[in-house]
């Protein structure tokens, strides 16, 4: 047997819909725009890192940043020329002041878009990570100099030196070149070998300098007057230089030299060997790795491709 519905719970139940109708609009409004939102984020984050996109304005961004941080290092040393520093003072401070605009919109980009690397995926204390990182001090030392002195006014042979932070943007190009990129993932992956090559360079200038002091001191007391003076004459000699401001004059002395310079030679090439498997390992990385496009979206992704 049918039931049938009270009219009043109909109405009550018209009622609640209409009353929560506004509700539901306005949280699926709200999910749509923060997807958006989501959405514009990751494009920036992608735009900003060129290993992530493949696209034409993925290539324009990457290219216009490259010529920008590499016409900056070209103004700073033209800056240093007087007649050119007095002639074209005008288009130095401009084109400076557009290069810092265009800097700082970078890097408030990358503070706000870096929550979507794995690393700095918390909305706020991502962010803290990211500012302390490597990658986000560089990125404020470069343009840190032309907003102190625009602030609070700088001393002229203060602002020179804090001008050479502006070449901190060089390190810039590991992240919009490919090749640059290698070298960083080199010296990243090898640094523990290359530390150990530096101790032992400085083991060996520490000892170097030392046995030719105490070999030439007596003959030479004004030359190698002591172990930290010669160290000098350690560097120089090991790295084959020779300046020749202190030169050995006894028979000892020039035997010992000779060994030393024989160490020097194969302790300054173990770092050189170490880049250079590195290097190898790379580019055997970069030759086994193939992009796949998928046939449905269209999207590109890579595949590891070992024979």
């Not at 288009?91 to 870096?114: A, K, P």
Request: with cysteine; glycine share 4%; charged share 15%.
């Amino acid at each position: 047997m049918n039931q049938q519905v009270h009219p009043f719970f109909i109405c009550r139940q018209a009622a609640l819909f209409a009353l929560a109708k506004p509700v539901l609009f306005i949280n699926f409004k709200t999910a749509k725009n923060h997807c958006m939102y989501h959405k514009v984020r990751k494009k920036i984050h992608i735009l900003l890192h060129p290993e992530l996109g493949e696209t034409k304005w993925d290539k324009i961004i990457n290219g216009f940043i490259i010529f920008l941080i590499i016409a900056n290092v070209v103004v700073v040393i033209l800056e240093t020329v007087q007649p050119l520093h007095d002639k074209y003072l005008t288009f130095f401070h401009y084109f400076d002041l557009i290069s810092v605009i265009i800097f700082t919109i970078e890097y408030l980009l990358r503070l706000w878009s870096c929550i979507h690397e794995a690393r700095f995926e918390h909305s706020l204390y991502g962010r803290i990570r990211y500012v302390f990182s490597v990658e986000g001090i560089i990125d404020l030392l470069a343009i840190l100099p032309f907003y102190i002195h625009s602030l609070i006014g700088l001393d002229l042979r203060v602002l020179r030196i804090l001008r050479l932070l502006r070449f901190l943007r060089l390190f810039r190009l590991t992240a919009y070149m490919k090749s640059a990129r290698m070298v960083k993932n080199v010296f990243v992956k090898r640094a523990s070998e290359l530390k150990l090559s530096v101790v032992l360079i400085l083991f060996l200038v520490i000892i170097a300098s030392s046995i030719m002091y105490f070999t030439e001191h007596q003959a030479q007391p004004k030359v190698f007057t002591s172990i930290p003076a010669t160290l000098w004459w350690a560097f120089v000699t090991l790295t084959s230089v020779g300046y020749g401001d202190m030169v050995p004059i006894t028979t000892l002395g020039k035997v010992m030299t000779a060994i030393i310079m024989l160490c020097g030679v194969a302790i300054f090439a173990l770092p050189a060997g170490i880049i250079t498997a590195g290097f190898l390992e790379e580019m055997q990385k970069v030759r086994q790795k193939k992009t796949v496009k998928c046939p449905n979206c269209g999207h590109s992704f890579h595949h590891d491709h070992t024979e």
